[in-house]
């Protein structure tokens, strides 16, 4: 495959820029209302090391959903398949990331996947610690492992607002309490998973950290196996079958990549064998993906031939 | 229509004793389940004045559910039919109490009516008042000025047992705030809710209010207007159409009276125009209600031909 | 009471006659589109036997949903408690009479109530017979026996022409047909249906149906049982709690007698031991009810102080 | 990657043979029932053209819900995309297949994707022709154009005993014509449905059609454009997403290759660049996925490192 190069990706992003306009900027969470929906950024991080950016590459977001990948890695990890997926299920679905009627449907109930609110609050849950400050750090050390930065911390600003508003959340946590589901004080699950929500990268970074999930979970200077490689690849799995709320099935026809995208406007994706992507653009589509981030990574998966179907 | 008597009361209330047999005490309340399956109790307030009763009539029950007639007579009063049904639907439905999907699935969402848990909910945070203590005092205000008795308080164990342990509503309220049909801190609507549930009342005073409800709201011995008539009704109504959880339907065809019904073991039945009747036994169906309840109250009412059908 | 009497009934008919603006003639059935909006007629048959009417009151319309109380008297009277309720349900619900949803979600799959589509068409189901001829006979059979009146026939144009395009009612149909609720052929039970919905009366006809089912079942002028009594009740209580579609529970609170609605523009109601009502005007409302019927229906009820609550 | 041999395939068969004590041979289309459960066959093409088998591989089966796939493919080449896309969604669900409560409570009411039963059946809906003979052999003349074998016709028997007893196609048939996804008759439109279905293939010639999925949609030999890419692409896509009914997240993350399930016990799965396999043993699990076939998938992706994610 022909390289990425940065001259090929600043050309895209440019070109892009203009559909910023068919798209929204998340309200829903007041301290992300605030963004500029002008910007935009992109980063191509290459498994042989080399990245290349575009845009404001520097500038920092908060990562949203994309963090629901990075706490069910950390609890794989931690408790093994078993465990996590007698709690939370496999199956992609068509209802959107926030809904509540299939917990009740279902019986018994258990959330859907993980890449939904439900379940996602489900797999915090999991994470250790005394204090919400101990399991905010399981999934912040393992960002610190991947990226190589231990600079990397949460918006405070962002996560309070979230805090703050966040009533269907703390709606689906005591709906899955009440069912055994999850257990412990919803408060302070809450005030982990907008914590969670809240950390903050830019582009490369996170690119970054998609190279690493596009590299079997290695390393991608020491090839050192940071995450056991059949966990990267449920990760992977969940990206491609439900990572871009209910636009996924659409999304792999368009794409077809492995990818995760959170309200803030970012879109982290996986090229296995080849490098990973983040995209950062503030305007979202009626599904809650980037407008742009959606555009580039279909031009790119155009041109580059990666998609995996 | 021949009077109910006491020897006739006391007669239908031992034949039915062994019904209790088939059914359960309710469990998912810690303090509830303490209660012994055995207790029973009946009582018929008389529009011209007489009261009789039978079996354990001087027992304390917590009313539960039926607080959610007192408490949207309240609201009724206090903000008018407009503001009311501007929060909570009119309509019955086969959906258990609990459910919490057509909040998500109706456009607007909007409890379907005041009987299921959300729509009481939605009621009860129309309670004015700046402490939850001022909140719980208009309904306890009212349920004395009904009964005539001030020293009708909650069972504050019941209260703090149901507290601590009623996470689905909990999530109903979370839900609810989110699409805003109520307003405040979830937390001391859920105090003043389950401290409303947890009202004390035996039989003979429960019997005395639902005689009020059946005398177009008025007095029994003043003629006072307690309830303006129109909302008298509109508390029956709702008591005749939904007042028995799911099995409302049933109970419409097989006894005809307006009836509400609490999980601790309580049915209040309202015979417009001749008198109120509050029957207590624990031990409930699989639909919530008193088994012996809606026994005693099919009897009487064949007897006494109160259907209102 | 004061008499109903013609003077007065002919003034209110006069008085809404402009609310018919506020409504839409049922479009889903094409033969129906045609009803001239401006069309009314009320009339109400007192049990001494006398009958006023108002307005066009000779003319014939199709009495559409109406027929379900008709037919599932006949099934009751045929078949008994038990075998009808072992295939339809008893409990209101707020979803629309075309619903399909429940009958999946619920198990076992049964319909809601006799009232829905589903419901009725499995009342009808029971209908014997060894040609669709004869099964449509045995409702027919019935109203001549009500009406007294041996001309009343379906309207041929009308059940045709929601035979070529109820695909909705199809589609209950088989789906009930999978979970063994109805048995035999599908295309004959739909034809049934259509003819059954397709039934004509005027509204003194229909007034005097209504009045059996206030007399406790009786006929009006020579006293015979004509419907058992406990099964007058049964079908009174359906009216009652889920006879106005989906505003049954609204209804309930505004006009409280027991009701059927059906989609031509017509309602029937039962004022017990005091007379049977009918008011046609095909403007409906969007849960499907005559405009002008309601409206009639409320001015009436809380003149005549007819609330059953 | 190291070829998949005969003798190892061989192997692997043999191996997993015990493993049809865990499922049941579907049991409702009458004539599937009588299938033998100990039958078990499988079949690799290489995009070389060599085609290993192992078991019963000269054994015909009706290829039931792998039709989908070819239907769909047959739809998009004659139709394009957009109108495609129109009648039918593109997201996975966790639902099962044959359910229909979706299509009532999404506006606009269209099925999910064409992997379910109501999206199969819009997308048969699209076939051409004057009779339903004609509409048949738009898929027939596929099956001949990709497998070379204009022999391959549909099963009699299975297709009328399919035709007889699927009241529950019918039901969502006709709730798609309500609302006017599928046009025409209801009647046709089942019976070519059944009889697509009832198309028989053996695992060598299954394995064929999966091998032209893996090859870009190009003639193996001669590597003529049988289906443009994109399209291939776009039924790759929906068997990766949604294959294998709601199964297909958790054969995603233990498979990983796009494959589709039929309740014959058949299972085609598409290793892109590759080959194509086909699997056939009637014992299936809950989902309706053939046991062995999902196991010796499992085997054959973890030995070969299928996974695309």
Same mark, same amino acid.
């Given at each position: ?37 002008? @910007? ?64 009740? $449907? ?13 379940? %996602? ?77 809240? @950390? ?13 999930? %596009?590299?079997?979970?290695?390393? @991608? ?12 690849? @449920? ?19 368009? $794409? ?54």
């Amino acid at each position: 495959m022909e390289k990425v190069t940065e001259k090929q990706l600043e050309k895209w992003v440019d070109h892009i820029r203009i559909y910023a306009n068919n798209g929204k900027v998340a309200d829903y969470i007041p301290a992300l209302k605030r963004q500029n929906p002008e @910007i935009n950024a992109a980063s191509f991080f290459h498994l042989d090391g080399e990245c290349v950016q575009a845009g404001e590459a520097d500038y920092f977001f908060t990562i949203q959903s994309v963090s629901k990948v990075l706490a069910l890695a950390v609890a794989l990890m931690n408790h093994g398949e078993d465990a996590v997926f007698s709690r939370v299920g496999k199956e992609p679905t068509s209802d959107p990331f926030y809904s509540i009627s299939k917990l009740e $449907v279902e019986k018994p109930s258990k959330p859907i996947n993980p890449m939904i609110n439900a379940g %996602a609050l489900a797999v915090t849950n999991m994470m250790s610690g005394k204090t919400t400050d101990d399991m905010l750090h399981e999934i912040l050390d393992f960002v610190h492992l991947l990226t190589g930065d231990e600079t990397i911390d949460y918006d405070k600003e962002v996560a309070q607002s979230e805090y703050n508003s966040a009533f269907l959340n703390r709606s689906l946590c005591y709906f899955m309490k009440q069912n055994g589901i999850i257990t412990g004080s919803v408060e302070e699950l809450h005030d982990v998973y907008t914590k969670q929500c809240a @950390i903050q990268m830019n582009v490369k970074q996170l690119a970054k950290v998609a190279g690493i999930f %596009a590299n079997e979970g290695k390393d @991608i200077e020491t090839g050192e196996q940071l995450i056991p490689h059949h966990y990267a690849r @449920i990760c992977n799995t969940f990206m491609g079958t439900c990572g871009m709320y209910n636009q996924s099935g659409s999304f792999a026809i368009n $794409v077809g990549i492995p990818a995760k995208s959170g309200v803030s406007g970012v879109i982290m994706g996986v090229v296995n064998d080849v490098g990973g992507v983040a995209v950062f653009g503030p305007a979202l589509d009626k599904q809650g993906n980037s407008v742009i981030g959606v555009k580039l990574l279909e031009i790119m998966s155009r041109y580059y031939q990666w998609s995996i179907f």
